[in-house]
């Protein structure tokens, strides 16, 4: 089955720096890459994703990179604030079993004011 | 927007009692998952379902069972709860026309004495 493996598991900037987060995953037949930001004490949510067939996609101050060749995709998060602070985590599934995805084990970011 | 809700944000239990979590999700999704989450180990998926009735194990089913008799509603049964089953319990929903976007619930902190 699929491993997705995610680096690092904790991340410290200052505020205003930039944060990267970088996955590889093992299943060729990958093709959704969805990044999901979970702050203290909340449920996970969605916060951008790439599909196989797009290198990068930007959403304000965070983007998503893929390098399928070398199968891994990184998050950028550019200008960080203190509210970016959050455990992020990465995700790859493939088109079938419904949805299923394997989850990275997860970045810690913290930014310092 | 999306709502999944969990039946009880804290539950404390003991050894061998029968445990069950529900999940309830209001957009009419087709898909519905259970992981757990423990610190270094990110999301691991238990069991899933793509329809009413149906259910397929995730990656660590051992020790779980689950429930689907109504589209909205879905739950995770503990047959006899063991202390190694002290977890995060988070619950997600997706369509079937984007199997691929979860939404989360708020999870259920369960603690097994």
């Known amino acids: 089955g699929e491993n997705v493996e995610q680096h690092p598991s904790t991340l410290s900037v200052q505020e205003g720096d930039s944060a990267v987060i970088k996955c590889t995953y093992s299943d060729s037949a990958s093709n959704y890459f969805p990044w999901y930001k979970q702050e203290l004490g909340k449920r996970p949510q969605l916060i951008i994703d790439?599909?196989?067939?797009?290198g990068e996609k930007k959403d304000q101050r965070i983007a998503v990179t893929l390098n399928k060749t070398a199968k891994h995709f990184s998050l950028h998060i550019t200008e960080t604030q203190p509210e970016d602070s959050a455990v992020y985590f990465c995700?790859?599934?493939?088109?079938?079993?419904?949805?299923?995805?394997?989850f990275g084990d997860g970045t810690t970011l913290t930014v310092k004011p | 927007d999306v709502k999944v809700t969990q039946s009880s944000r804290y539950l404390v239990k003991r050894t061998g009692e029968k445990v069950f979590l529900e999940c309830v999700q209001d957009m009419d999704h087709e898909n519905m998952f259970w992981y757990r989450q423990d610190p270094g180990l990110g999301l691991r998926l238990i069991y899933f379902s793509y329809d009413v009735k149906m259910k397929e194990k995730g990656d660590i089913p051992e020790g779980y069972s689950v429930s689907r008799e109504k589209k909205e509603r879905f739950s995770l049964i503990l047959e006899s709860a063991s202390t190694n089953q002290t977890s995060m319990y988070l619950c997600?929903?997706?369509?079937?026309?984007?199997?691929?976007?979860?939404?989360f619930g708020p999870g259920t902190r369960l603690t097994v004495t």
């Open positions: 997600a929903s997706s369509s079937a026309s984007r199997p691929r976007e979860q939404y």
């Open positions: 790439i599909r196989s067939n797009v």
């Open positions: 995700a790859a599934s493939t088109r079938t079993n419904a949805g299923k995805s394997t």
